[in-house]
């Protein structure tokens, strides 16, 4: 509504949202049909919006056991992995700190920087792939990566926003456009 310029004063936020929703509306039908898209709109979106509106209040019934049995082992892999990066290093360092790693990775074991930052030689993970064969430890360091961020973001955090109904309600996003990380709001 903002982009296209049109406001609205409906006295309360909700009213207003709704006055805003029906102009945009009026204002879109036309491209719609313009467009040939009345059919997907009519046959996926707006179907696939009560789906969604059904889902998000009916929420997602986790097995909170196997996620804890699941995190149990993944924190098991990580502190192994851990052992071993710092085995092949030669020494304990923060692996989730890019100074120090590659501190250890550029200076200590060898390979090749094939890009700096601001802070030094680049260790994220297009470096690490173009660099994998160089050293032994660089597929570790990948995959603890993998596991570390698994752990954190959905491990670790899921069962805090599971509701007083024993399942986690969320917010599902259809116009967004995906990122591979989490885009909707749990906990609500």
Do not use: C
Request: aromatic share 4%; no cysteine.
């Amino acid at each position: 509504a903002e982009e296209r310029g049109i406001a609205a004063n409906a006295g309360d936020d909700l009213a207003t949202t709704a006055v805003l929703i029906h102009e945009l509306a009026n204002r879109q039908r036309p491209q719609i049909q313009e467009r040939g898209l009345q059919s997907l709109l009519d046959e996926i979106e707006l179907p696939l919006v009560r789906l969604l509106r059904e889902t998000e209040k009916a929420g997602i019934k986790l097995d909170t056991k196997q996620l804890e049995t699941v995190a149990t082992r993944i924190r098991q892999d990580v502190a192994q992995l851990e052992r071993d990066i710092w085995e092949l290093a030669g020494e304990e360092f923060m692996i989730g700190s890019p100074q120090q790693l590659a501190e250890v990775l550029f200076v200590k074991l060898g390979p090749s920087p094939k890009r700096r930052g601001k802070t030094g030689s680049s260790t994220d993970a297009r470096v690490l792939q173009a660099i994998r064969d160089e050293h032994e430890i660089i597929p570790k360091i990948e995959r603890y990566r993998e596991l570390s961020k698994l752990a954190q973001t959905y491990l670790d955090a899921l069962p805090a926003w599971i509701g007083p109904d024993g399942r986690l309600h969320t917010t599902f996003l259809q116009t967004n456009a995906a990122t591979g990380r989490p885009a909707a709001g749990f906990g609500r």
